[in-house]
């Protein structure tokens, strides 16, 4: 009786490194890993970056530029908020409204001209309209204004012929540097007509209203 001979059979990973061998292929002990380090150089700049970034210097060029943005504004812009109806129809109360302040820095003021300005007899800043420049005479006779013996047309009136003299009895000129104020809506403007000094001086005029920004359905130019 014949002996059986039996002969294994190779396994899998045995095939494999006998691939790798006729491959030329030399197997590694060692796991291969990703190099996830930085140069010491890179690590060092950004370091320094971080370092530098400093949140309160950033914070405070902010706060000095609003600032200088409000100064600027504070130089050049008068915000008011028109409390009567003296200037009915051409502002109304509660009429919010701009000045120029620089308008007559290198400028005269004109007849006509509506303007801020501080009244020391009534101790608050006035919206009122120029009507008497310096060296003008004017009357006011018949319901009308006359400036230098003519008629003056007032189309921004909110009545026309109704112009009371107040205690204004005769024609007057205006002083040098001074000047003459009245409102539009002249049955309800406490004015020069009614004031113990009849007159305001250039360096109390503080600017020229040139805006309304509210209310947004009147919102634009003012005057001329």
Not at 188 to 195: G, I, K, M, T, V
């Amino acid at each position: 009786m014949g002996e059986e001979h039996t002969q294994s059979s190779p396994n899998f990973m045995d095939l494999v490194a006998e691939n790798n061998r006729v491959a030329g292929v030399e197997e590694c002990d060692e796991p291969l890993t990703g190099n996830t380090s930085f140069p010491d150089d890179e690590i060092k700049e950004l370091t320094e970056g971080v370092k530098k970034f400093k949140p309160w210097k950033s914070f405070m060029f902010y706060v000095i530029a609003i600032l200088i943005f409000f100064l600027i504004l504070n130089t050049f812009i008068f915000n008011a908020v028109i409390p009567s109806s003296s200037m009915e129809k051409t502002i109304n109360p509660n009429d919010r409204v701009i000045g120029l302040k620089s308008a007559y820095w290198f400028s005269d003021v004109e007849r006509e001209d509506i303007v801020i300005f501080n009244s020391a007899e009534e101790g608050r800043y006035l919206v009122k309209r120029v009507i008497g420049l310096p060296g003008d005479e004017i009357e006011i006779n018949g319901g009308c204004v006359y400036v230098n013996g003519e008629k003056l047309n007032e189309d921004y009136l909110k009545q026309q012929g109704v112009t009371d003299s107040g205690t204004i009895k005769e024609p007057f000129t205006v002083p040098d540097d001074c000047y003459f104020m009245l409102g539009d809506n002249r049955l309800n403007s406490l004015d020069a007509r009614y004031w113990e000094n009849k007159f305001i001086s250039k360096k109390d005029i503080i600017a020229k209203v040139i805006f309304r920004y509210y209310p947004f359905d009147s919102m634009g130019k003012v005057g001329d």
